[in-house]
């Protein structure tokens, strides 16, 4: 009897941390592409690609997370075996059309929003950049969601990885032949995505691009999406919130130091990112109250478990920053060590959101996107008016810890609720 949890249990532990040693291997090669740009760019410059950056994921993410989140639990509740009715094919549908028609906005959009947070007169080509990378992203992403439906956390890893490799590459052959420039930097990142998706065997196959999705399929994608998509898109907002408030209150330098320090505090975002990527569809599987408590202990266990190697941080980041970044990111090491606590607790307890996703409750998801983003407006705006970039750090764990105790709230609700109901109460 205790067999088969303990067995899914250390699937769940091998997968997460497949995912997340990838993901690690993947921030590192991207670390490394982000360092060169830093060193050759400067805080200013490295600014500039950090905003470029933002933008690209925000068009992104509008056709991006959310929908992919949706194709995971559809597959997850409904697996299909006929190709013509493929899932996949409704999703790839909708993130081409839409991800075109927001590429298309991104450019139009571009030169003002330059002038807005970089400066008047600043070059608008680093967000024309982004916005077409944008697309490219989108394809990228779904064909990872596929391959997390399937369990095949081995491609949806070379995915990561493929990219990261290839922006490297490309960031270090602009560096060594010293042409590189905010505007290059971004198509290094871009170039990455669309490298990846084309070497890819789903994109490499004619049915992935021909298959028509079903109708059916189509109009539950866009109802599981909905919220989603409103969520991650808010997500994202008051997750880069701060380097946008910093480039427009304490100009564009203070924005690419504290870019820098969140490269570093990403090596952990990315263990909650791994965690939720593993756990989700296990999560969504589950068909009773039992089983559902089951797997959320199990994800809580594995989240602790994986956080414990994370806890040496504290110690060697900052000669680590120091070394890499040289002395122009002195002031990105106390703000790394300041915001890690709250990474970490969230490490913790944002993979519990998919309990969320298999009640039904991504509403909820999406109205505590919403609280977090006015929260985050509120501390930000008053953390850098009053102490600049130490203030930047102090707003972004008080954040992080709140959000961490709402998410454990609403989880534990959702928990007793499924087990009232099995009751019949």
Known sequence: MTSQPAAGGARSASHTLLVFGSSVLGTLLGLLANVLAMRALGPAGFGVVALAATYLTVLWQLTG???DQALVRLLAERPSTDPGHAPHAAA???????????AALGVLLAAPLAAFFVGPGA???PFVVASIGSLFATVWGCLGAVAQS???FGRFCALQLGSAALRALLTAGLVLAAILTPALAVAAMAGSYLGAMLVSRDARSASFWTTA???AQRSTLVRYARWLVISSTIHLLYSRLDQLMLARMAGIEAAG???AAAQFIQIVDLLTGALLTVMLPRICAARDAQALSREARACLRTSLLLIVPALPAFVVAGPLIRALLGPAYAAAVPLFLVILPGALVNAATHPLQAVLHNRGRTHWITVLDVLTLLLSAAAFYVGIALYGLPGA????LLVRLLVS???SILVLIELRRSHDVAKGL
């Open 65 to 67: 997370r959310g929908f």
């Open 92 to 102: 790839l549908r909708l993130k081409l059309v839409l991800g075109a028609a927001l």
């Open 123 to 125: 070059s608008a080509w």
């Open 150 to 152: 399937r369990h095949e």
């Open 213 to 215: 999705g079903d109708a």
């Open 257 to 259: 130091t504290y870019a």
């Open 393 to 396: 750090g102090a707003a972004a």
């Open 405 to 407: 105790a709402a998410i």
